[in-house]
């Protein structure tokens, strides 16, 4: 089976490039040089995947990833942007995305994760979990919906935000280990993977901070622990 890529990037070169190499990898690309072609393309056709740039006209990556979660929560999403900010890249996962690569990149590091996304959700309409729903404290987590009710607050979560959270109750007060986190849900251990994942747990952290019976512990050069 040949897999369907939507491809939205309005530089031509680039284009280009990374379309020649999915196509000799065996890839169906669909390219799009804007957001509004790029979801029309998306509504039109059974995709497998999407590869989207950030700064494009008429609508934006950021945009694009809310109106395509929107049709398809499960579709894997990967940015691919000039913008490096920390907050550029939380943002991306906050709008939906499963991976941000950062230009210049590697057309080896872009299939290899363009792989591992499609093996693990490809063809899905949902992230694969043991559990749909959680009750922690007085707590819970929607996997399927990505939602995570406190006792004070309401919060839409990123994929990564809920597949993290979700790895730690399967783990519940026992150490989950920083690699298999890693590898489950980012694809590999990197160091640029280690950091993104840093963030994601400051923000569980930030979401749970009035949550006393609730803690995520840190646990040096292992993993973390969530306490419940």
């Known amino acids: 089976m040949s897999y369907k890529i939507l491809y939205a990037e309005?530089?031509?070169?680039?284009?280009?490039?990374?379309?020649?190499?999915?196509?000799g990898k065996?890839?169906?690309v669909f390219l799009a040089t804007d957001g509004e072609q790029a979801i029309n393309l998306f509504q039109q056709i059974k995709l497998d995947l999407c590869l989207l740039d950030i700064m494009m006209p008429l609508?934006?990556?950021y945009m694009l990833a809310e109106d395509i979660r929107k049709l398809d929560k499960g579709i894997p999403i990967i940015?691919?942007?000039?913008?490096?900010?920390?907050?550029?890249?939380?943002?991306?996962?906050?709008?939906?995305?499963?991976?941000?690569?950062?230009?210049p990149f590697s057309i080896v590091e872009l299939l290899v994760r363009i792989e591992a996304l499609l093996s693990r959700y490809g063809n899905t309409q949902q992230p694969a979990g043991p559990q749909k729903?959680?009750?922690?404290?007085?707590?819970?987590?929607?996997?399927?919906?990505?939602?995570?009710?406190t006792s004070t607050a309401t919060?839409?979560?990123?994929y990564k935000e809920a597949a993290l959270l979700s790895l730690l109750l399967q783990y519940?007060?026992?150490v989950l280990?920083?690699?298999?986190?890693?590898?489950?849900?980012?694809?590999d251990d990197s160091i640029y993977n280690t950091n993104s994942m840093n963030v994601f747990i400051n923000h569980l952290r930030k979401m749970l901070k009035d949550e006393p019976d609730i803690q995520i512990m840190s646990i040096r050069s292992i993993g973390y622990k969530l306490l419940c």
């Open 172 to 174: 519940k007060n026992a």
């Open 155 to 158: 919060y839409d979560l990123s």
């Open 26 to 28: 065996g890839y169906e």
């Open 79 to 103: 940015f691919l942007s000039a913008k490096s900010l920390d907050e550029d890249v939380v943002k991306g996962f906050k709008t939906g995305g499963n991976d941000y690569l950062k230009k």
């Open 177 to 187: 280990e920083r690699q298999e986190a890693l590898i489950k849900i980012w694809g």
């Open 59 to 61: 609508k934006d990556g």
């Open 133 to 149: 729903q959680y009750e922690f404290g007085h707590c819970s987590l929607d996997t399927v919906n990505q939602q995570l009710k």
């Open 10 to 23: 309005d530089e031509p070169f680039l284009a280009q490039i990374v379309c020649d190499n999915l196509k």
